[in-house]
């Protein structure tokens, strides 16, 4: 953990914060791994981490991809989610995962927006109110990356969102292509995939009722409910009243836990597991965004055992902070993340159908993935909003069949896949919300395919 070396560009200055210091970005000797930040506005300051992969593969005419991975929330950690959690070499004991995505990519995490993480802001005013401001600060980080760095530009950038992520993730991807053209960003755009991505609100609140009611967790009763709430919510964003849409949503969430006796919104199988107080439609918005979070987080964390589970927050806030030496002393892991939720209020029910529309039409190649069992981003509910989109191929995708999925060494079908031309659309069977802890296999095979890593299978 400690073997550190200093690179040779200074990446940010941080002004009275570290007493004047300028900070630079860190990484192990041998390469393997790089960090640090990018000041991407004045007094805004966003935390990166770059992995190399030991599985590299050179081949003549399919370059080693790099993922950029885009955590959900808004206000969850990719740094510390996404890569402890999910898909980064090492799980919350430090023990090597197994299925970590580097046997197909080099994996960068980034805590975005900031004040997400790692990340902070000087000044409360600096947190983003949009996606595209979102957009805007990850273009400013990967243009001070990838333009200082000629070995990175030879590799294809995926972006690969989960949950939130997918609104940042269309967002920055038709940001990215901007700058490329415009020649302020080096590098080679790959595509975008979506994961169980929370691209059209208004879709998603309409799948949970008749989908829990399906299942039996709710009655007609507690359908009617729900469907009264989606309604409410419908006509607010037609209005353009985000924020009371975004507060009705929390009101849906709230009336869904009532009459489901506390389902899993990350899978519907389960329950929650919350002992949080039931939240009322007076509740603020930092409420619900808390018990949203928290149920996230003990999603997963039911999914280690007691005997063996790392509590996250502890972990990144101590033997990882050390390791990294340059977050300041008055930043902790996490600690601004209620504001980041409470800042894209506006923007949370807002959809990006028309983004993803705008990179289709481009030619970017897309995939959409969605785990079985997941109600937030319910795969009743991204079928709906794909269905609406304008592009001009989605007829002959819509007729195309799926072809079922498999991983080598496990029993049964494992999913399906559908494509046509640069739309690809995985169904994952037997995942929730988190699709790479709830099936590693199948998801690693994916995210190879999605890249066309020339590692082997």
Not at 168 to 197: M, P, W
Not at 207 to 232: C, I, M
Request: charged share 20%; net charge positive.
């Amino acid at each position: 953990m400690e073997n550190l070396r200093v690179l040779v560009v200074p990446l940010l200055f941080f002004g009275l914060l570290l007493h004047g210091g300028t900070v630079t970005a860190f990484g192990n000797r041998d390469g393997s791994e790089e960090w640090g930040y990018v000041q991407v506005r004045p007094k805004a300051h966003m935390f990166w981490w770059l992995y190399r992969s030991p599985y590299r593969v050179q081949h003549p005419s399919k370059p080693w991809p790099i993922i950029l991975w885009l955590q959900g929330g808004p206000g969850a950690s990719g740094v510390g989610i996404g890569n402890f959690e999910e898909v980064g070499p090492l799980d919350t004991n430090l023990k090597p995962r197994n299925s970590t995505w580097l046997r197909k990519a080099d994996l960068l995490f980034v805590d975005n927006p900031v004040g997400t993480g790692f990340s902070f802001v000087e000044d409360k005013g600096l947190f983003v109110k949009t996606d595209e401001e979102a957009a805007t600060d990850l273009t400013t980080l990967l243009i001070e990356i990838f333009n200082r760095n000629a070995s990175l530009q030879k590799s294809p950038l995926f972006l690969v969102a989960e949950s939130y992520g997918g609104k940042y993730a269309v967002t920055l991807g038709l940001s990215v292509l901007k700058a490329i053209e415009a020649g302020k960003l080096k590098l080679k755009f790959g595509g975008v995939a979506l994961g169980d991505s929370w691209i059209s609100p208004e879709d998603f609140v309409f799948a949970w009722g008749p989908l829990l009611k399906d299942v039996s967790r709710l009655d007609d009763n507690g359908l009617q409910k729900s469907n009264r709430l989606a309604q409410k919510i419908k006509k607010h964003i037609e209005k353009g009243q985000f924020v009371n849409a975004t507060s009705s949503w929390g009101e849906l969430e709230n009336v869904i836990m009532k009459n489901s006796n506390n389902v899993d919104f990350y899978n519907f199988l389960q329950d929650s597991g919350s002992n949080s107080p039931t939240l009322s439609a007076t509740a603020g918005l930092g409420s619900y965004r808390e018990t949203a979070l928290k149920r996230y987080s003990n999603y997963l964390t039911s999914k280690r055992s007691s005997s063996n589970s790392g509590d996250l927050r502890s972990l990144l806030n101590g033997v990882i902070r050390k390791k990294l030496k340059i977050i300041p002393e008055n930043v902790t892991w996490g600690g601004q993340g209620s504001e980041v939720f409470a800042n894209l209020q506006g923007d949370f029910m807002k959809p990006r159908i028309n983004e993803v529309d705008a990179l289709l039409a481009k030619g970017v190649k897309v995939t959409v993935y969605n785990g079985q069992v997941d109600l937030i981003c319910a795969t009743k509910g991204t079928e709906a909003w794909l269905k609406k989109l304008k592009w001009k191929g989605l007829k002959s995708f819509l007729k195309k069949d799926r072809k079922p999925l498999y991983c080598k060494n496990e029993r049964g079908t494992k999913g399906f896949l559908k494509s046509h031309k640069n739309l690809h659309f995985y169904w994952i069977l037997g995942a929730g919300h988190f699709v790479p802890t709830d099936q590693p296999c199948v998801a690693l095979n994916m995210v190879g395919a999605i890249t066309q890593s020339p590692a082997a299978s």
